[in-house]
């Protein structure tokens, strides 16, 4: 058994395992090879993944002679016929990308794309989604309180009184939660929106004030993901953020609805309605953002507002954002490598039939294969 691990595309920082969760790899008797340079973004040098006896190869060599490829990112299209019946895992966004997925399937390449795992609490120890996105909610609070030109906390001095920012959270997730978390410990003042009643207590007490709006949608069946509401929900939830957001002079926006495009929250109106020198960090960026002027990856200024879209704040803390991700990735390959290093794809787990996209030259993920029909 051989485990390929490639560089991560130009605008990528993290990589797919550091050289602790190597190590726990080589142990086993497993052969670890690492594309040169692979890990340097994440100040990882090649000479520490040799120390845990990983080999340092080409690309072209990682990629013709490694049973199982690790790439958070789709490799580039040329690559593809290299990986012909081999294992890719990384988080391709399969219900964005049906047609790559198809390509790879017609290959005989087996897809994990692990932000297809099913939200269980046996889940957890692998989920992608939630340690990433634990990292990009500390970052936005950080990113808006460094962009932001005024105070998070109150300060009464003897030049006078500074007031609390007032922070706004949309969407109180695994992102939306940790920006409360480090916006409170900054000392803001914070308000909160979400369509899951069940986050109430947790927001409460975390210090923050949780703003319900009467009648969400049920999102008890779908697996811990928040599910779209009712043209009349949003209305009123609408009439309720305008409310806050005239208020805000921070507002970090995270409401995201899985395999869909993010729900605008913030209007044009409500944008005009913001004090000057206010900071929208949306890190919904990447499916549309949470507002209708959110430019995924670019910072825009509206009316004195400072809009940055950004859904991969974790690539801004590589180091920690690679060994969280390659704890997960490590704890993935648990399920599928036997104790002895073979390879076993036991198709009545969960886990592994609720992530993987193709296998045997075929779609195999019911949601993936209903896009296609
Ligand atoms: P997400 O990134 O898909 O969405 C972020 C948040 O936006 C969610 O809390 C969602 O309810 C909220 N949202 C969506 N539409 C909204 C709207 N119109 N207005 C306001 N808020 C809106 O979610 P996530 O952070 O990945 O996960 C959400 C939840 O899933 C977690 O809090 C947890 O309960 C569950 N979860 C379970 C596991 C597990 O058991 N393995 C792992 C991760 C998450």
Redo the contacts with the bound molecule.
Sequence with gaps: MTIGLLKEPDFETRVSLIPETVAALTKKGISVQIEKDAGVKAFWNNDEYEKVKAVIKSRSEVLQSSDIILSIHPPADSEIEKLKSKILIGVYQPLFNQSLMQQWANLGITVFSLDMLP???R??VM?V??SQ?NIAGYKAAILAASIYSRYFPMFMTAAGTIAPAKVLI????????QAIATARRLGAVIEV????P??KDEVMSLGAKFIEVEGAAD?SKAG???VE?TEDF?KR?KAKIAESIAKADIVIT?????GKKA?I?ITEEMLNRMRNGSVIIDIAAATGGNTPVTKNNETVTYKGVTIVGNSNLQATMPSDASKMYGKNILNFMNLIITKEGQLSLNWEDDLVKGSCIAHNGELVHDKIKAIES
């Design positions: 939200r269980t609490t889940a957890q989920d989604l939630s996105a949309l969407g109180a997730g695994v992102a939306g939660l929106f979400d369509t899951r069940a986050v999102a811990g993901y928040a509401q949003m939830q995270t409401a995201q609805i899985h729900p929250l």
